[in-house]
């Protein structure tokens, strides 16, 4: 979705004190001022969108960084799965058959990357992308500008704890959280990986064997997120 709904935001008010705000709907206005002030507040804004596999999270960042350059906010969008282990080396590593796994990730690659777009904001930092036709990464693809005010980044595991993703976290401003209901969220992940080539009895073993353990342990840090936006 390129727009969102405009029907009012609140917070949700049953929400344990200790846990991050809710928006009860994703609402364009709301996010793209919470965005501005952090702009006004910072040189560059590295603003990380995490949740489950197949909760929204590109549909959500695509929309934003839309909404920011009709703004005028100059704005890049940088995937986490763009440091993807590549199929070769998933191959030597024993581990493409649960791709997607945190192991199966160059995390500490993904935060020199971070590291760079927040201090080198004099010069063109160039990421990689992540192709779904092929489901390879693409190295040099984007092009992070100096004028560039705004990173967008969103990926599966942004609140992990472990190492080195905690100095993942560290290194944006904000982590939100894109939620969605569980049954809808494994429809549009099975629709997804049958339209990109597998068989719709391989799409829904691999959601029920590999999507969702990477799932329960995205949701266990959802906690961690300093907005929980419901698509």
């Known amino acids: 979705m390129s727009t969102f709904p405009r029907s009012p935001v609140r917070e949700d008010?049953?929400?344990?004190?200790?846990?991050?705000?809710?928006?009860?709907?994703?609402?364009?206005?709301?996010?793209v001022a919470r965005i501005e002030e952090l702009a006004a507040a910072h040189d560059r804004v590295l603003l990380g969108i995490t949740g489950s596999p197949g909760a929204g999270k590109s549909t959500l960042a695509a929309g934003l960084a839309e909404a920011l350059r009709t703004r005028g906010v100059p704005v890049a969008a940088v995937p986490m799965d763009g440091f993807h282990l590549a199929d070769v080396e998933l191959d030597r590593l024993g581990r493409r058959e649960r791709k997607g796994a945190i192991d199966t990730f160059d995390g500490y690659g993904y935060l020199a990357l971070l590291r760079r777009l927040a201090s080198e904001t004099?010069?063109?930092?160039?990421?990689?992308?992540?192709?779904?036709?092929?489901?390879?990464?693409?190295?040099?693809?984007?092009?992070?500008?100096?004028?560039?005010?705004?990173?967008?980044?969103?990926?599966?595991?942004?609140?992990?704890?472990?190492?080195?993703?905690?100095?993942?976290r560290r290194a944006l401003t904000e982590v939100w959280y894109c939620d969605l209901p569980d049954d809808v969220r494994r429809q549009r992940l099975v629709a997804r990986h049958i339209r990109f080539g597998k068989t719709p009895a391989h799409a829904r073993q691999w959601v029920d064997e590999v999507d969702q353990r990477n799932a329960e342990r995205i949701e266990a840090a959802r906690r961690l997120a300093d907005l929980v936006v419901h698509a």
């Open 13 to 31: 008010e049953s929400r344990p004190a200790s846990g991050p705000p809710h928006l009860d709907t994703v609402d364009q206005n709301h996010l």
């Open 122 to 168: 004099g010069n063109t930092v160039y990421a990689p992308t992540f192709d779904r036709t092929t489901e390879q990464p693409v190295a040099g693809a984007i092009a992070v500008e100096p004028a560039t005010r705004v990173v967008l980044t969103e990926g599966n595991y942004l609140l992990d704890e472990s190492g080195p993703w905690g100095d993942v």
